[in-house]
């Protein structure tokens, strides 16, 4: 997983893992909408975190909204193609 923290988060001192933490959270409690708001923060703080587009991904999925499930696969994809979701991601994108 290739991660990157932002100079202006890291100025305002946020941490860039805590909404995405909080929407795993969220996920893990089928609280998907929820999970969608958290994972939205987090890529708009880093928007290349591929664990932020895997888990947005799979609450979309899980929401039933495959068109945007499928862009954040194909996004984490694009960001790191042979990472540690990258398989996973692949397996959902030639099945949606």
């Known amino acids: 997983m290739r991660r990157r923290t932002s100079t202006s988060c890291q100025r305002a001192g946020i941490d860039p893992d805590a909404y995405l933490n909080l929407g795993v959270d969220e996920y893990n409690s089928n609280n998907f909408e929820a999970a969608l708001g958290y994972f939205d923060k987090a890529l708009a703080q880093d928007d ?3 664990t932020a587009y895997y888990y947005r991904g799979l609450a979309y999925l899980a929401s039933g909204n495959t ?3 499928k862009a954040d696969f194909i996004k984490l994809i694009e960001l790191d193609p042979e990472g540690q ?3 996973q991601a692949k397996e959902f994108v030639a099945g949606l």
């Open 67 to 69: 068109e945007a499930s």
């Open 85 to 87: 979701y990258a398989a």
């Open 48 to 50: 290349t975190s591929t």
